[in-house]
């Protein structure tokens, strides 16, 4: 005290404390954490660094909020309700994501992929990867030609732009469920070039082998990428007879009607409950296909078709698919240059059909008559619960009416509900 008046014996520290100091300080040379108390593990993880190497933490740390930090520290926007409620399973999902995004083909090391699987292979059941960088270019001698900016550019890198191959990395996942892909480049700016958005065939082959013997995939979605006729055919190839997949969706895409009939054949040959090729090319041959499958099937629930050109052939076709169908409950046409032989022919299925509950006609051309006949053919209907009409040309008093019976319908259902 004569020494320093300030001195106090609180301020040495507890020989425990000394410990945890240390124990924090040399984690990563020698992790010791399952050999201590509950109470000093607690006290250690609080303080151990978020920029430890993974192949430390990973399968060592449960611990939720070590990697609620290690989220938080990194990300602005943390959700975890799109994870299973698992900060640790949305660390190493968003981890691999932005790893595969910023992958550069030839430039970066396949390692630092492969090499995470071991790490994170327990922790990862969906990827959502909505970018793929192509190759660098290394010769630009095009440059002084005069393309165009839609197909020449587009043909120039067609043969070389291959992305990352998924299949070493998806087939070593065993909890993997749920692929979302998007083959094109984010925030390009005024680097933009068609072939960036280039989704090549060589790439719809191995994503499709990879597929093939994901045999836990419940969920497929490849949207935005281009894909045509041909690389549809291929991926349908690969999907028949698939043990797990419920839901695939190729919105946004090229297909034409050649396409839509082989996924007609994979309606039948798997067990998909939702189907979406909404912005497509799909006309009245390709809807024809689609209305054959759905005539036979006993899966399917969900049907999107929207912003597609099926026309009243492929309409009718559909309506008469769902005379005999039993297991669709919604089915979206909207855009698709209906007219009134489709309302009249679907005045038959909502008399019949006691399955469909939400159907959306939105953006077509029923007519007055269409919508009068719509209106007789859901007198007696108990099941539709949604019916939107924006846009079809059917009257304001006829879409008040169906509206009225539709709300009816669904009180009535609510009001039968457990909850």
Sequence with gaps: LIEDPEWSLATVPHLTELCIQHIVHNFEKNPI????????????LDRLSTGLPLAVTANLISDEDYWKRC??????????????????RMFFERHLENILKCFIPNITDPNHVLDLIPICKDYVWKLEVDQFLPPLKVDQKEEGDDLSDTESDFEVGETSVHHYDLGALITALPHLEELHLTYGVKDCGMNFEWNL??????DCCNLAVAVKTCYNLKVFKLTRSKVDDEKTRLLVHNLLD????????LSHNLIRDKGARAVGKLINRSKLEILNLCNNQIR??????????LAENSTLT??????????????????????????????????????????????????QNTTLTSINFSCNHLGLDGGKQLLDGLANNKALTEFDLRLAEVGQETEYLIHQIVWANLDAVRLGSPQ
Excluded at 197 to 202: I, K, L, V
Excluded at 242 to 249: D, G, R
Excluded at 308 to 326: H, M, P, Q
Aim: glycine share 6%; net charge negative; hydrophobic share 35%.
């Design 284 to 293: 009245h041959l390709g809807a024809q296909a689609l209305a054959q499958a």
């Design 33 to 44: 954490l399952d050999r201590l108390p509950p109470e000093y593990q607690k006290k250690v």
């Design 71 to 88: 989220c938080t520290e990194r990300w602005q926007v943390c959700d975890i309700s799109n994870y299973g409620d698992s900060w640790k």
């Design 197 to 202: 958005f280039n989704f090549s065939y060589q």
């Design 242 to 249: 698939h043990p797990s997949l419920v839901e695939l969706n």
């Design 302 to 351: 969900s049907l999107n078709l929207r912003l597609n050109c099926v026309e009243d052939e492929g309409g009718e076709a559909i309506g008469r698919a769902l005379l005999t169908n039993s297991t669709l409950k919604s089915i979206h046409l909207g855009s698709n240059n209906l007219s009134e032989p489709t309302a009249t022919l679907f005045s038959q299925v909502l008399a």
